[in-house]
């Protein structure tokens, strides 16, 4: 069975910009979650969805918004990109909303020139 | 608000020693999971170990092993005879919203990054 799939890998955009990160869930997980890992720090939770609805959202400004769709696959987008955007952005997929063990992707390395 | 701290940024051992990575972690709730996840280069986050809030009861996997205890909010992971394999960075997270959020909603500590020699 594959795993959590991110696309894409890598990404370079230029300040200002807007950029969209997709993910695809295990296969039949309904729980999807974003999080955002700047070089050398751990990952701080950015948004979960629940069956299409938004169930948790971080500290994160409204540049900041994502979606979920009836196959459950997520889109994280980003607006106005700023320098400090730059991280490895990880996508999480568990089975229900309280199921306690999530499983992660391998990223999607964005850059911000 | 809840807050996991890692103190140890990076240890180095050598092949075969048992290393002991340490987690503190702050929280309000009485009900919450605490977790270990390992990172290596590829960048995917490896679930490891998870553990209540209601169970003290320490317990052995294979090479792992951790220490719970709520006293000291610790959660402490050990790797016995470790590996060269094992090098990679080491992250204790904690869930307080079991019931709306569960392993979803993780608030993660620094990090500690364990190179093992041979």
């Known amino acids: 069975d594959a795993g959590v799939t991110q696309s894409p890998t890598h990404l370079i955009k230029t300040r200002g910009q807007h950029v969209t990160l997709r993910c695809s869930p295990i296969s039949g997980h309904k729980s999807v979650s974003w999080y955002q890992q700047v070089l050398g720090q751990g990952p701080q939770f950015i948004f979960q969805?629940?069956?299409?609805?938004?169930?948790g959202r971080g500290n994160f400004p409204d540049r900041f918004s994502a979606r979920q769709f009836p196959n459950y696959s997520s889109e994280l987008n980003v607006n106005a990109l700023l320098l400090g955007d730059s991280a490895l952005y990880l996508c999480a997929s568990s089975l229900m909303l309280s199921e306690t063990e999530a499983f992660f992707g391998q990223g999607t390395r964005l850059t911000v020139v | 608000a809840q807050k996991v701290t890692q103190a140890q940024t990076e240890i180095s051992v050598v092949e075969k020693e048992d290393v002991t990575l340490d987690c503190v972690y702050e929280?309000?709730?009485?009900?919450?999971?605490l977790f270990w996840y390992k990172q290596p280069p590829s960048g995917e986050l490896v679930f490891l170990i998870r553990r209540n809030s209601f169970d003290e009861q320490n317990e052995i996997s294979g090479r792992y092993s951790w220490n719970f205890q709520k006293s000291t909010s610790s959660f402490n992971f050990t790797i016995t005879a470790s590996q060269v394999v094992d090098s990679a960075v080491y992250f204790c997270a904690l869930s307080e919203d079991i019931l709306t959020g569960g392993g979803n909603k993780l608030t993660f500590g620094t990090g500690t990054q364990l190179k093992v020699e041979l």
């Open positions: 929280t309000r709730d009485t009900t919450y999971y």
């Open positions: 969805y629940y069956e299409k609805e938004e169930r």
